[in-house]
């Protein structure tokens, strides 16, 4: 079974030889979802989707019209 490496904790992740780019993994020593981004060799990234909506505590607070400076 091909490998990839988890970008998360860099630990070896099992990928199934018929994975398809945009496929989901999970890293069984971090639990971190992954997403299969390259397929020659097997490439896996952290899927943005699974941290809540994608915006940072700065962009929330940015929109109500703060930013770093009125801390």
């Keep these: 079974m091909p ?19 945009g496929d989901t993994v999970i890293c069984e020593e971090c639990s971190s979802k992954l997403v299969v981004v390259g397929l020659d060799p ?19 607070l940015n929109s109500y019209g703060y930013d770093d400076q009125n801390y």
């Design 3 to 21: 490998t990839s490496i988890c970008p998360e904790c860099s630990e070896e992740v099992y990928v199934d030889a018929e994975s398809e780019q």
């Design 42 to 60: 097997f490439e896996l990234d952290l899927n943005e989707e699974s941290g809540g909506d994608g915006a940072s505590d700065d962009d929330d």
